[in-house]
């Protein structure tokens, strides 16, 4: 099965904490993206790849790192200086090329801070 | 500053009623816009546009673009209540397919 996945669906965070959300890939897709959503709220870009051993900041880096040491993988960790970092995390990827654009995305995990 | 907006923010609609969603864009290089569909988590690709006044049809979903308006609008005929879902607007804003998304625009199906 072809497809995106993130782990876990839920994740607690304790004050101070780092934790870090996992996205996999086995679509062979070059591109990759990180985006948060908030209640009522689009969703708006935290980090991108292209190919491995680069990526880019979005419009909301700050409190965030990643690292894309392979193709298939782009985790993402929201560290302690993320403020307010309860949302709804999607990763999506793409193929590079003319189709890059379209987007698809994996099923989500859902931070909350305790 | 790249922008894209949608309307109504969310509507409510019995079975069977026909709803029209908007999709308003500026971005400084447009290229194409893509609505996508989410039910509670990940969102699906729905349609690319690329071109003004061709429509893109899916069943009972149709989309079609406006680029001297700059604007968008999605079609649901016959709605169901697995039509509910916020349908989401994005306009890619430089050539490595950063995506600005709208807001959402939820849409709420009664039987």
């Known amino acids: 099965d072809g497809g995106i996945t993130q782990s876990p669906k839920y994740l607690f965070r304790k004050e101070g904490q780092n934790v870090t959300l996992s996205c996999e890939q086995n679509l062979n897709h070059d591109a990759m993206y990180w985006y948060r959503q908030d209640p009522g709220q689009g969703l708006r870009l935290i980090y991108y790849?292209?190919?491995?051993?680069?990526?880019q900041k979005g419009d909301i880096a700050e409190g965030y790192s990643v690292s894309r040491e392979k193709k298939e993988s782009f985790p993402l960790t929201v560290t302690s200086a993320q403020k307010n970092p309860t949302a709804f995390y999607l990763c999506?990827?793409?193929?590079?090329?003319?189709?890059?654009?379209?987007?698809?995305f994996g099923p989500g995990t859902r931070l909350l801070v305790l | 500053e790249d922008k894209v907006v949608q309307s109504p923010l969310s509507l409510v609609v019995h079975e069977g009623d026909t709803v029209t969603l908007n999709c308003s864009y500026e971005v400084t290089n447009f290229r194409s816009l893509l609505w996508y569909k989410q039910e509670k988590k990940a969102p699906t690709f729905l349609f690319m546009l690329?071109?003004?006044?061709i429509e893109k049809k899916s069943g009972r979903l149709s989309s079609i673009l406006d680029k001297k308006e700059l604007f968008s609008i999605l079609n649901i005929t016959a709605t169901q209540t697995g039509d509910s879902a916020v349908y989401l607007c994005a306009v890619p804003t430089d050539s490595w397919g950063k995506l600005q998304f709208g807001a959402g625009t939820q849409v709420v199906v009664t039987p």
């Open positions: 999506a990827s793409s193929i590079s090329g003319t189709k890059k654009e379209t987007q698809y």
């Open positions: 790849s292209q190919i491995v051993n680069d990526f």
């Open positions: 690329t071109s003004s006044g």
